[in-house]
């Protein structure tokens, strides 16, 4: 059955009824929470996302999409709880925010493609805004330090891991301590100059760029953020010849291929012949040179 299909997530996605565990602010208007969701976190990859929604309520009704932030296995390594991290903007964010533990909660996933796993001497994540949530999984894949999906899927194949993370101040920089201790070189930057470098990410990533020219090293680039931030950070690795995938975030409704609400501009066989794509079933995560900014 193709992936392509909204019958093969009816078919194969897990629908869960979990209560919330954590719900713990993490930065300024920046929440993570944490809920026992065993099968989704056994099956899916970094970069892929859940749906979610507050049980018995219909304000709002429809589903969000959240990536998953980070899988937690019990004492004896089984993985059990997956945590999501979210950024309180509008109305389900706003009322997740203020839902206390044990509010139960419904997701359905693993959804969309996830990141691709191409082995390669250093990963660099470029991440803006709330655009760190899907990186934390993808960085520990890529050092090894945890497996993901099932066993065709390798760890371990990106030796360094970078993570260049920026915001408009330091209060919204959230999570920073996690890629800390997974132990990747992280540089962070603030519009402001609140915290780290007073630069914009893309211009991070250009100088970090140019300071491993001629390293000899094979790098990729993963990114997730605002959308111009993104095509920015496309248009330099482009430049020198880096591999670089994207995260896109259009607004969602069903997450498994049914209402084309969430279709972005791909190109397909040429620079100059596009098409609507679905970013739920065949992204969210694209090639950047695919991607009609
Ligand atoms: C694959 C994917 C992964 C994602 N991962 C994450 C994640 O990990 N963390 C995260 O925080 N988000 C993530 N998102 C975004 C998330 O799905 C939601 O869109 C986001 O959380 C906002 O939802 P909301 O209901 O709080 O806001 P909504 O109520 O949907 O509002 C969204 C925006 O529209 C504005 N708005 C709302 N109503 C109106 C109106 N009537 N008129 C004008 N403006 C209006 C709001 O002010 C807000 O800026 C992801 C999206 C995708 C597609
Ligand atoms: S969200 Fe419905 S088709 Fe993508």
């Avoid at 520990?140 to 371990?156: H, I, M, S, V």
């Avoid at 020219?213 to 111009?228: K, N, Q």
């Avoid at 920015?232 to 010849?241: F, H, I, Q, S």
């Amino acid at each position: 059955m193709s992936k392509l299909h909204a019958d093969y997530y009816a078919d194969s996605m897990h629908q869960i009824s979990a209560s919330l565990e954590r719900n713990d602010q993490i930065g300024e208007g920046t929440y993570l929470i944490r809920v026992a969701a065993e099968p989704l976190a056994k099956a899916l990859v970094p970069g892929q996302f859940v749906m979610v929604r507050l049980a018995g309520t219909n304000a709002p009704l429809i589903g969000r999409a959240l990536a998953v932030y980070d899988v937690v296995s019990d004492a004896s390594g089984n993985p059990v709880w997956i945590d999501l991290v979210y950024l309180k903007k509008g109305s389900f964010t706003t009322a997740l925010a203020e839902s206390p533990l044990g509010t139960q909660i419904t997701l359905w996933g693993p959804l969309g493609n996830g990141f691709a796993n191409r082995p390669c001497d250093r990963l660099i994540m470029v991440s803006g805004g709330i655009g760190q949530t899907p990186m934390l999984l993808l960085g520990k894949e890529a050092t090894g330090l945890q497996d993901f999906g099932d066993e065709t899927r390798k760890n371990g194949w990106a030796p360094a891991v970078e993570f260049i993370y920026g915001a408009r101040r330091s209060s919204l920089l959230a999570g920073v301590s996690d890629f800390e201790k997974a132990g990747f070189r992280v540089t962070l930057c603030t519009d402001d100059g609140s915290q780290g470098q007073q630069k914009l990410v893309p211009d991070v990533l250009r100088a970090r760029l140019a300071e491993l020219a001629g390293s000899g090293e094979t790098i990729r680039v993963a990114t997730c953020g605002p959308e111009i931030m993104m095509e920015k950070v496309a248009e330099a690795c482009l430049a020198v010849d880096v591999d670089c995938q994207v995260s896109m975030e259009t607004p969602m409704a069903c997450g498994i291929g049914i209402c084309f609400s969430c279709v972005a501009q791909v190109r397909q066989d040429g620079p100059e012949e596009w098409d609507y794509k679905r970013t739920c079933v065949e992204g969210p995560i694209f090639d950047a040179d695919q991607i009609c900014w």
